[in-house]
Structures are given as C-alpha cells and as structure tokens.
C-alpha cells in the first residue's frame, strides 16, 4: 500500500519534513516515490510553514494512497487559510 507522510529532516532540536508518497512498508526516512511538499514548524519571519502540491495529493489520494492523520490535518488547515 502508498503512503502519504512525513519524512523528517533537519538538524537536531530544528525539524523540517518533508511531505512524501511512500511505500507504507519502507521506514520513516526511506526513498520516497514522490515528494510533494514540505513543512516547517519552526517557520518564523517571511519563511513558508507548509507547501504543498495539492494536484499531486489529490492525483495519489484518487490512486489510493492513505493519508496519515497528521499530514490529513496539515492540509486542511492550509485549505482553510487560503480560503
């Protein structure tokens, strides 16, 4: 099965994820198929907390992909902003 999930990154006590589509059996920091974004919640300034390609989630969600709850709640809270 395909994952929608995290994958952190960054330094130690800064971390920064990236937003990956994923076998769901490889481990957290695995090769990804596809990267489709990027969170930052140490974001400060004129620097971006989250970036998405939502034409590549919607296009991995219609092919089956399983979205993780956190990553569920990244994108509709980006939704909600942009509108």
């Not at 994952?3 to 330094?11: E, F, H, K």
């Not at 971006?48 to 994108?75: C, F, H, M, N």
């Amino acid at each position: 099965m395909v994952a929608i999930r995290l994958s952190r990154t960054g330094a130690k006590r800064k971390p920064f994820y990236h937003i990956v589509v994923i076998d769901s059996r490889k481990q957290r920091d695995g090769r990804p198929i596809e990267r489709i974004g990027f969170f930052n919640p140490c974001a400060k300034g004129q620097e971006i907390p989250l970036q998405v390609d939502t034409e590549r989630y919607d296009y991995w969600v219609s092919q089956g992909a399983q979205t993780s709850d956190r990553v569920k709640k990244l994108i509709k809270d980006n939704a909600k902003a942009a509108a």
